[in-house]
Every structure is written in structure tokens, then in C-alpha cells.
């Protein structure tokens, strides 16, 4: 029971490097998501996609990209990592098949922006 | 606009105490109410969810009744154990807009 996958688990940039953070669910979900978690901000929504070749953006996608390279996967880009993009995000990942929602989370990647 | 209000934490309880963390929203439409539990050093995860007023969701001995009158959705447990402690998310889903939204987050710290 895999559920939501993210990796790496932990990185370490220098300010202007880029990395790429991967997510890939196994429940055939259509909607995937990702956001940031700050201390004493809750989470905030980064971008989504609602099904298969489409992407939006949320509440901060400033400095990000995102790929829904299939159903199975989405993933986040940082072109020029900055100091303020030091945070955890979790990907997460709903149905898109009902209208109650259910989010499934992955356990995070802790970023860290030198 | 659609957002979600929680109290302020850290919340500190001695093991069996009573629990109530309180939410609030504000929505445009019906949206569904859910309440997320985030141990440390993991990903968030359902606690109970509530689709439509007066329903109550329940898990775990955690309940929380969707208010409509009062647009609430207050996280009880009438005694907690210390592993309880982790941060309470509480979040609301909007269908017509396929969007979530989380309050900041609410620690709770079970001292035995």
C-alpha cells in the first residue's frame, strides 16, 4: 500500500541551484497537489492538477513548476532555489471522483535552501 | 472568500483531559469538513471527515459536528492519551472549485 510517494526526503541547496521534487500515487487518483508547510502557516497550496494535462496554480506558485508528466505522477521544480523556499512540502492526491474530497498525503520533503 | 480559522495552539492537556480545538470557516457553496492529524515527522492523514450539516464525523474517539448555523466544526475527545499529541489540521473541500483549505494547525502536547 504504497499510497503517495514523494522523493527525496530531505535536500540541501545552494541559493540558484535547481532541483526537481518527484511525487507518483498508485490509487488512480485524477487530482494531484502540492504544498508548503511553514511554521505558523499552515499549508499552502503551491499548484494542482485537476486531471491528467492540466495545471493550475494555488495560493504560491512563485518561483515553482510543475509537470503532470501522467496520471501517475507530478512533479515540482525550483529553477533558482531561494532562502525563502526553505520549507517541508507534501504532495497529495484526491480521487477528483467524488464530491466529498479525501486528500491523501505523502510524508514530505524537508528542503533547505543555503 | 473560502478559508478556515482555528485556535491557536500549542494546546498542553494532561493525559484523560477533555479536548476541544475549535474551527470556523467560511465558504461560498456546501463544502465538505475535514479534520487532518500530522504526527511528527510524517505526512498529514484523515481524521474524520463531515459532508453535508448536522452530519458528525468520528474516529479514534475524536468526534466534530458540521455546524452550518454556526459555519463550525469544533475536534472533541473526551480523554486524551499522550499519543495523541501531533498538530490538528482542519480543512474544507469545495467540489465546484476542486480546492482545499487548511487553517494553520493546532499543536497538542499530552503530558502523562
Known amino acids: 500500500n504504497a499510497g503517495v510517494t514523494q522523493t527525496p526526503k530531505f535536500q540541501v541547496l545552494k541559493t540558484g541551484q535547481s532541483m526537481t521534487l518527484q511525487c507518483a500515487q498508485d490509487?488512480?487518483?485524477?487530482?494531484m497537489y502540492w504544498y508548503r508547510q511553514d511554521p505558523g502557516m499552515g499549508l499552502r497550496l503551491i499548484y494542482y492538477?485537476?486531471?491528467?494535462?492540466?495545471?493550475d496554480k494555488g495560493e504560491v506558485p512563485n518561483g515553482y513548476n510543475v509537470s503532470r508528466l501522467n496520471k501517475r505522477e507530478f512533479s515540482l521544480r525550483l529553477e533558482s532555489a531561494a532562502p525563502s523556499q526553505t520549507s517541508v512540502y507534501f504532495c497529495?492526491?484526491?480521487?477528483?471522483?467524488?464530491?466529498?474530497?479525501?486528500?491523501?498525503f505523502g510524508e514530505g520533503s524537508r528542503l533547505t535552501v543555503l | 472568500g473560502n478559508s478556515v480559522t482555528q485556535m491557536e495552539g500549542p494546546v498542553t492537556l494532561s493525559e484523560e483531559a477533555f479536548l476541544t480545538i475549535n474551527c470556523t470557516y467560511t465558504?461560498?457553496?456546501?463544502?465538505?469538513l475535514f479534520w487532518y492529524v500530522q504526527y511528527p515527522g510524517e505526512g498529514l492523514q484523515l481524521l474524520l471527515k463531515?459532508?453535508?450539516?448536522?452530519d458528525k464525523g468520528s474516529n479514534k474517539g475524536f468526534e466534530a459536528t458540521y455546524r452550518k448555523e454556526t459555519t463550525s466544526f469544533h475536534l472533541e475527545k473526551g480523554s486524551v492519551q499522550v499519543s495523541d499529541s501531533a498538530v490538528y489540521f482542519c480543512a474544507l473541500y469545495l467540489y465546484n472549485f476542486n480546492k482545499f483549505y487548511f487553517g494553520s494547525g493546532t499543536k497538542l502536547n499530552v503530558k502523562p
Open positions: 497529495a492526491s484526491e480521487s477528483g471522483k467524488t464530491n466529498t474530497g479525501e486528500l491523501f
Open positions: 463531515a459532508t453535508k450539516a448536522d
Open positions: 465558504a461560498t457553496g456546501y463544502p465538505s
Open positions: 492538477s485537476a486531471s491528467e494535462g492540466t495545471t
Open positions: 490509487m488512480n487518483h485524477n487530482s
